[in-house]
């Protein structure tokens, strides 16, 4: 550590000061919103700099003269202009961009739009232009269906929306709406992010070597940004069908001030008609952007939620009296997920920027699941019975304060020191009964301050950073420290990172009860060492075509502590202490993703070699096991061909090896004690005492569809009549072929052996409009 | 365009051809780590301590395969067990005999034996080829009701109940001519707790109230993970060595309403 200081400190204070800084803000010509990865150079300087989300660049080290701005994006016309460097730093304000309104070039560019940003020390990230997720159907406008498609991701239960990242457990994933994190970012039994898709303006992962502005987790970081309004007139987009309508809408408040206003309102009429189970889900975005002066001020609100009634007795009402009448099942769930934030950018001077945070996350889930029946054996004194009940009431309430400070400070220096709070109260009522317990109740804060210097040697560019966190409850402070560089040789660029990462806070495995995991139940680990991991990665980066990138990187991850987490049994633990039981593992891969266009092709193929291991002390003895999401092979595609200006046809395919499971080595009777009649009730469950012993069959997915601007017909007339600018048919194929091969398990059925149970059997079409005012 | 035109027509072909594919789930599983089935005595043993003499059984199966138990032709209940339990505070010894009674098939009982509170037992059943079979379960000591009201024509009553440490969860039932209500506490507290009923009209007045406190051992096996999801990993909640299932005690009291 303290060489590692040392070196930290002469980096700092040994590099000389020359130049000037120049910087500024570029907008959309035609909206006012902000873009991120345009290309702002000095081409005579060999200056160059890449917008960030805020639309922020700063060209560093500007000699004082005359000098001709050039700013570059694939998807705006170019443009340049002649500032003057005077001896002192240059703020140019909002500089404008025209939209380049080429149709057939929009949708090409959309593989590759976002990966022109230049996050020199990133390295390793998946950014996606969310264009991707309305120009390619089939990815339903979901973001974690796009985000399966990255190579770093894995995931296990097919219907779950869960996801692995680089081997390591889904609450290791931190997921922010517009820097505020989101707690259960999927609709229940979707498997959807609540993230409406015409709400997002950026979505970008970081998987792992991430810089030391982030933590309180160790896996990934995904950001979604939302649009943050237009500044000329009110535009919009929504897509009406029959379970419910999807929009949003743009508007000028002022000329400083901007809004767009979002939702989701969707039901599943099948289940509401003929099964008689009310269902909601539904999600809704506002976002007010105003910007004083050189100040940038952003209000943010976000609400979900997802309601379902389900009983089985809406079914059994088809079939004769009494036939079911010993048989219940069924469940009621209610979640709701809201955050609200202030965010401030202010430029206090041209090379010095102040960010801050301020926001409120809450999510709550009450789950209740009920499955049984009761049958009266007249030969026996043991019952035929199964009571299986459970109640879930989880609740994560966060209160945060975020700030820092960014300073362009010396010729090869950008310094940014930061700290984060985060108060945090959790309710657990939990556990295999209907009945009220006592919840356990728990208040806690995350505390952590960072310092992070990027420095900038020729064609090496070196990030050190350092992050320390605690827990207010283990007053000791966590050092985390993190070290990124790049090596930039021509056109290629050789990356490599080294982390320590800590984590406060865990989710419950409730795969054991629920058929799928639709929800995360959050619980604090600050009675005991917070979650660690280490990561090295290597990487290598560079162009295979003019418009066409290539990325390999390989990484080991040293998961020093991990926890399991389960709300069984948990009777005794809710009283006692949660079931949280300490374990470690590693994982390691290599991943290589290809990217770009090719004529009128564009999308991205990925191919990832990865494993991940678990050790438990009380999963067989602290013997390693794969764990869930550990799939060795993984084939990924998605690619979008533009047949004519207006149609773009697209295809999804994955090929990965399948999922580890446990299988079952016999059956035995589980036993219900009765103490009223001092009687036994019974039931077959398995015997697994292996966890994760078998591989499913490799997974297969092919689908297709396109996207066709329309020119007449009923969609169009029907877009005219509304006053729609433009409208949109999309069509999707799935299970093209029947080579759909994902089941999520198999059933043992007598004198048949085992049966995979797989949602899509057969191909199925959809068609829909979009309509854009 | 061309190409577009024919699209629709080239996928539609693919389809129609792709339905003549069977569909298939796919070669079963490789195996990566290796378990053989291991067949088992799977028990349920209650000591229950009452004002009844040989109240307490234990039940006696076998693990079976998972092909096996779906054909429901075999019989999974184990009838030629030694089955012993041994007072350790007394070491007093006692040999359950399996019932004659073909109702309670796979049930053993003693009619002499009757399980002293705060007393430990450790039970062993051998059967056949089978795993010898051990465990220990320690009776709780008997529930006490402090205190109580009944308002019988408000239809209601509450019962202070005395909570002790060794019990992890108690049963509470309120009896009725006809009927029964039933609730259950976390135990493990050594508080007194207030349980109150409410019940509706025709249920007469309550006649008395029965506690049941449960030790440790029964109160985990019987809130364990149960999955019946296939091909999921689950402790099974077993409280024994050496072999499936659960040895636990429960402690009763009746008291008569006035």
Redesign the interface.
């Given at each position: 550590m303290k060489r590692f200081l040392l070196f930290f400190l002469l980096a700092v204070f040994t590099l000389p000061l020359f130049g000037y800084n120049v910087s500024g803000y570029v907008v959309d010509a035609e909206t006012g919103e902000s873009i991120i990865g345009v290309n702002v150079f000095i081409n005579e300087l060999g200056i160059g700099d890449a917008t960030d989300l805020d639309g922020f660049f700063i060209l560093r080290n500007v000699q004082p003269g005359e000098h001709v701005l050039t700013l570059s994006h694939i998807a705006y016309e170019d443009s340049t202009r002649r500032i003057h460097v005077v001896r002192q730093d240059l703020f140019l304000g909002n500089l404008a961009l025209m939209p380049t309104h080429l149709s057939a070039q929009t949708v090409e560019v959309t593989g590759l739009k976002n990966s022109i940003i230049q996050k020199e020390v990133d390295i390793a990230s998946f950014q996606v232009d969310p264009e991707v997720l309305t120009e390619v159907p089939q990815l339903n406008k979901d973001v974690f269906a796009l985000l399966r498609y990255s190579p770093s991701v894995t995931i296990a239960d097919p219907f779950s929306p869960q996801y692995y990242v680089r081997g390591s457990d889904p609450g290791e994933n931190l997921i922010q709406l517009d820097g505020m994190t989101i707690y259960n970012p999927q609709h229940f039994l979707a498997s959807h992010a609540i993230f409406n898709p015409y709400a997002i303006k950026n979505i970008e992962m970081l998987v792992g070597g991430f810089d030391a502005e982030y933590g309180g987790r160790n896996a990934s970081i995904l950001n979604i940004a939302t649009r943050e309004g237009n500044n000329r007139e009110t535009h919009g987009e929504f897509r009406p069908s029959i379970s419910g309508i999807t929009g949003a809408v743009e508007f000028p408040v002022n000329p400083q001030t901007t809004a767009m206003i979002s939702g989701r309102f969707l039901t599943d009429l099948m289940l509401r008609v003929i099964m008689g189970s009310p269902n909601v889900m539904m999600d809704f975005n506002a976002t007010l952007l105003t910007r004083v002066g050189k100040t940038r001020l952003r209000f943010s609100g976000f609400y979900a939620r997802d309601y379902m009634d389900y009983s089985a007795d809406n079914i059994f009402v088809f079939f004769p009296d009494k036939l079911f009448e010993d048989i219940q099942e069924g469940f009621i769930t209610n979640t709701n997920n809201r955050a609200y934030g202030v965010y401030t950018n202010t430029l206090l001077r041209p090379n010095l920027m102040l960010e801050t945070h301020v926001y409120h996350s809450r999510s709550q889930v009450d789950n209740r699941t009920y499955?049984g029946y009761w049958a009266k054996d007249t030969?026996?004194?043991?019952d035929i019975a199964?009571d299986?009940n459970t109640r879930i009431e989880n609740s994560i309430s966060d209160n945060t304060v975020k700030a820092n400070l960014k300073w362009y400070a010396f010729r090869h220096q950008t310094f940014k020191i930061g700290f984060e709070v985060n108060r945090l109260a959790f309710t657990h009522e939990l556990?295999?009964?209907t009945?009220r317990?006592?919840p356990f109740i728990y208040n806690t804060e995350f505390q952590a301050f960072f310092i992070q210097d990027q420095i900038a040697l020729g064609p090496v560019l070196l990030n050190l950073g350092l992050r320390n966190s605690r827990t207010i409850n283990r007053a000791k402070w966590q050092p985390e420290p993190r070290i990124s560089m790049s090596l930039r040789l021509g056109n290629t660029t050789l990356k490599a990172a080294y982390g320590h990462y800590y984590q406060y806070l865990t989710s419950m495995d409730s795969?054991?009860?629920e058929?799928v995991q639709f929800l995360e139940y959050y619980t604090a680990i600050d009675q005991q060492k917070p979650i660690n991991s280490v990561h090295h990665i290597l990487g290598l980066e560079g162009k295979l075509g003019a418009k066409l990138d290539y990325s390999v990187s390989a990484y080991y991850k040293k998961l020093n502590r991990l926890y399991r987490s389960?709300y069984?049994?948990?009777?005794?633990t809710?009283?006692?202490g949660r079931v949280i039981e300490e374990g470690e593992g590693e994982s390691y891969g290599m991943e290589v993703l290809v990217r770009g266009e090719i004529r009128r092709l564009s999308g991205w193929i990925g191919y990832t070699w990865s494993r991940g291991l678990r050790r438990y002390p009380?999963?067989m003895n602290n013997k390693t096991?794969?764990f869930d999401g550990d799939q060795p092979h993984n084939l990924k595609m998605v690619l979008m061909y533009k047949?004519?200006p207006d149609?773009t046809?697209s295809s999804t395919f994955q090929y990965t090896s399948?999922f580890?499971?446990?299988?079952?080595?016999?059956?035995?009777?589980?036993?219900?004690?009765d103490?009223?009649h001092?009687s036994?009730g019974?039931?077959?469950?398995?015997?697994?005492?292996?966890?994760?012993?078998?591989?499913?069959?490799?997974r297969l997915t092919c689908d297709?569809g396109w996207k066709k601007k329309l020119r007449s017909g009923f969609g169009y007339y029907l877009a005219e009549y509304l006053g729609g600018l433009d409208a949109y048919l999309n069509m999707t194929?799935r299970n093209?072929?029947?080579?759909h091969?994902d089941?999520a398990?198999?059933?043992?059925i007598?004198d048949y052996g085992?049966?995979?149970y797989?949602f899509e059997?057969f191909?199925s079409v959809s068609v829909g409009y979009t309509i854009k005012f | 365009m061309r190409f577009f035109k024919q699209l629709p027509l080239i996928i539609l072909l693919l389809v129609v051809l792709g339905c003549d594919m069977p569909y298939e789930p796919g070669p079963m599983p490789e195996h990566i780590v290796d378990t053989q089935y291991v067949e088992s005595l799977n028990v349920m043993g209650v000591l229950r301590s009452d004002s009844v003499a040989g109240s307490s059984f234990i039940y006696v199966q076998r693990t079976m395969t998972t092909e096996k138990i779906y054909t429901f032709e075999a019989d999974p209940t184990v009838q030629n067990a030694t089955v012993t339990v041994v007072d350790q505070n007394s070491k007093e010894e006692w040999t359950f005999q399996h019932s004659s009674d073909t109702l309670y098939s796979g049930y053993y009982f003693d009619s002499t034996f009757t399980p002293v509170y705060g007393h430990t037992y450790q039970l062993t059943v051998s059967a056949d080829s089978l795993p010898t079979l051990t465990a220990t379960a320690t009776v709780p000591q008997k529930p006490s009701l402090e205190d109580y009201i009944v308002d019988s024509q408000a239809r209601r009553a509450s019962f202070d109940l005395l909570l002790r440490d060794d019990a992890y969860q108690y049963s509470v039932y309120l009896m009725f001519q006809d009927d029964t209500l039933g609730t259950t506490l976390e135990g493990a507290r050594n508080t007194v707790e207030t349980v109150e009923f409410s019940w509706g009209n025709g249920e007469g007045a309550p006649l008395s109230i029965m506690i049941v406190g449960f030790e440790e051992n029964l109160t985990r096996y019987g809130n364990a993970s149960i999955t019946f999801i296939p091909n999921t990993y689950h402790e099974d909640g077993s409280t024994v060595s050496n072999g499936y299932g659960c040895f636990g005690a429960v402690a009763v009291t009746i008291a008569d309403l006035d």
């Open positions: 499955f030969t026996s004194a043991l199964l299986f556990g295999r009964s009945e317990r006592n795969k054991n009860d058929f389960t069984s049994n948990n009777w005794l809710v009283s006692n009380s999963i096991v794969i047949l004519t149609i046809a399948g580890p499971r446990t299988w079952e080595t016999g059956q035995l009777m589980h036993y219900q004690y103490p009223l001092n036994l019974a039931f077959a469950t398995s015997i697994t005492p292996e966890r994760n012993n078998v591989r499913y069959p490799p297709i194929v093209l072929l029947f080579l091969r089941p398990y198999y059933f043992y007598p085992y049966y995979g797989d059997f191909p | -």
